[in-house]
């Protein structure tokens, strides 16, 4: 069954602080892999698209790693800011992107 | 980039009306685009797969006869709550593929927030 999972569920950092989102997947055959983030009452924004081949790939401070072998990728935002408030969301896309799978998404807090 | 504009924003209707939400692809064609839903703090739930010219897809326990979706060219995609109660009232947001871009590049909309009284 494919499945994506993400974790974890919810999280608070301060301010300036690092901080790394899972999301395992199940599903086959693989496509791509993408993030998204959610701010509050808003439509959900793409950060990054890997395909099988890339390994990692930045948007600003947002850095997503893709381990195709183990199925696992992790978002890593780097000096966080209050901005970054929001849900991020996991999307596995498979079979050549016809079909979409999305993860729960983990909810992040940037307190100052 | 490419941008997927839905309408309205947010809409209040009375118990029993109906209400149509509009999502249109602005500078692609999209032959799917996609509806959901979601609750307060809840995560995106897939809804329906809306098809260019033919009937959309619905996802399991989504009535189908209270969601009507019509796509009826390719860069509109209308939903459609027939007879809103109060337990309709969530936040419901569009996406489209770009299917231009290999990676079928998803865009999606900013939602539209439904209040049934």
């Known amino acids: 069954k494919n499945q994506v999972e993400q974790s974890p569920q919810s999280l608070i950092i301060l301010e300036g602080k690092n901080c790394t989102l899972q999301?395992?997947?199940?599903?086959?055959?693989?496509?791509?892999l993408r993030w998204y983030k959610q701010d509050t009452g808003r439509g959900p924004v793409s950060l990054t698209i890997m395909t099988f081949s890339e390994n990692t790939k930045s948007n600003g401070r947002y850095t997503a790693t893709l381990d195709a072998d183990t199925k696992q990728s992790s978002l890593h935002i780097t000096a966080s800011q209050l901005s970054d408030s929001a849900s991020y969301i996991c999307?596995?896309?498979?079979?050549?992107?016809?079909?979409?799978?999305f993860g729960k998404g983990t909810t992040l807090s940037v307190s100052s | 980039g490419a941008v997927v504009s839905q309408h309205p924003s947010w809409v209040i209707c009375k118990s029993g009306t109906s209400v149509k939400i509009e999502c249109r692809s602005l500078?692609?064609?999209?032959?799917?685009m996609f509806w959901y839903r979601q609750f307060p703090k809840q995560s995106l739930m897939l809804m329906a797969t809306s098809n260019e010219g033919s009937k959309a897809t619905y996802e399991q326990g989504v009535e189908k006869d209270k969601f009507l979706i019509n796509h009826a060219s390719l860069t509109l995609s209308t939903l459609t709550v027939t007879s809103a109660h109060p337990e309709d009232s969530s936040f419901y947001i569009c996406?489209?593929?770009?299917?231009?871009?290999?990676?079928?590049?998803?865009?999606f909309g900013e939602g539209s927030r439904l209040t049934v009284l």
């Open positions: 996406s489209a593929r770009d299917l231009t871009v290999s990676t079928g590049e998803l865009f």
């Open positions: 500078d692609f064609q999209a032959t799917t």
């Open positions: 999307v596995v896309s498979a079979q050549a992107g016809t079909a979409l799978i």
């Open positions: 999301c395992n997947y199940t599903v086959s055959p693989f496509s791509n």
